[in-house]
């Protein structure tokens, strides 16, 4: 068998073609302009968003992987988010239909996200996102928390995992679930009332993005004598900075003798609905919210 595949006339042509794929992918890997490729994308992440970029290493595989080490982004000079490790391995294939899928892996605030971008090359922008979290350290996150949330460094500990999918066309639709184990509050204040320090907590959150908002169809947040429960509609996550209305019911449930403050301060506007729990609506807008005593509010019944 193995002198007729030596003798087959397609042997030495297929030797000479493997042999010249081999130099090829050697001769791209050792003279791809590395270093203005990593300036390219620095420039393209700081013109596309309202970051400042800075990446220690770019190198790229011969099987066309791209590998991003040590990438910082920045806003008013502040670093916001550490990836560690980014690895992109476009899909060449799909340049065939108009596309470009890019499935990466990011090693990003202590755990892993691994997912899959879809470019359009007719819009020359994202079509599709979707990705799966695990393991994320919920005391990373705690810098993209807005600072009126804490008078002294607001402390969050746990684990976050979950995932997303969402496509760009050109309307924002998509759903999203996320779960937090183990989680713990400390130093939380809203509008000067000092939060006692929450432990052992498990919170989920789960909802979908469709016209031009985020509905929230199960927040719940439960454990050490506190069971809250939230639904409603905000701001698309990515347009929070530009404000929008919010429009939250809640149900609230607190029970042992730390909490006995929270009832006489939340009373006035919340609504007893029996068994200890309290009902209410969340109104105005993310940046300026506010309690309401809402009878009316379908998302408390």
């Not at 746990?158 to 130093?187: R, Y």
Request: proline share 6%; net charge positive.
């Amino acid at each position: 068998m193995r002198e007729k595949i030596v003798k087959s006339k397609h042997f030495v042509p297929s030797c000479y073609s493997l042999f010249f794929v081999i130099v090829f992918l050697v001769s791209f890997y050792l003279t791809f302009p590395v270093e203005s490729f990593r300036q390219r994308i620095i420039s393209e992440i700081e013109t596309r968003t309202p970051f400042k970029a800075d990446i220690k290493k770019v190198n790229i595989s011969p099987i066309f992987s791209l590998n991003i080490h040590n990438m910082k982004l920045y806003k008013a000079e502040k670093q916001l988010l550490n990836i560690d490790e980014l690895k992109i391995r476009p899909s060449l294939f799909s340049l065939f239909f108009g596309t470009l899928n890019l499935p990466f892996k990011a090693c990003v605030l202590g755990g892993e996200t691994i997912g899959t971008l879809i470019y359009s090359k007719r819009t020359k922008h994202i079509e599709r996102a979707e990705a799966k979290i695990t393991s994320v350290k919920v005391e990373k996150i705690t810098p993209f928390i807005p600072a009126n949330l804490g008078n002294k460094r607001l402390s969050m500990q746990g684990f976050l995992e979950g995932n997303f999918s969402i496509a760009f066309n050109p309307e924002p639709q998509g759903d999203f679930a996320f779960d937090i184990s183990k989680l713990g509050i400390k130093n939380l204040r809203v509008r000067g009332f000092l939060f006692p320090e929450f432990i052992n907590m498990e919170s989920s959150f789960k909802g979908k993005i469709e016209n031009e908002v985020t509905k929230i169809e199960d927040l719940k947040l439960e454990g050490d004598g506190l069971d809250l429960v939230i639904v409603g509609t905000m701001p698309l996550l990515w347009k929070v900075k530009r404000g929008g209305v919010i429009d939250l019911g809640l149900k609230l449930q607190l029970t042992g003798p730390k909490f006995a403050v929270f009832k006489r301060v939340l009373a006035p506007y919340l609504v007893p609905q029996g068994n200890g729990i309290l009902g209410g609506k969340i109104a105005g807008t993310f940046h300026n919210p506010r309690l309401v005593k809402d009878l009316n509010n379908p998302n408390t019944q």
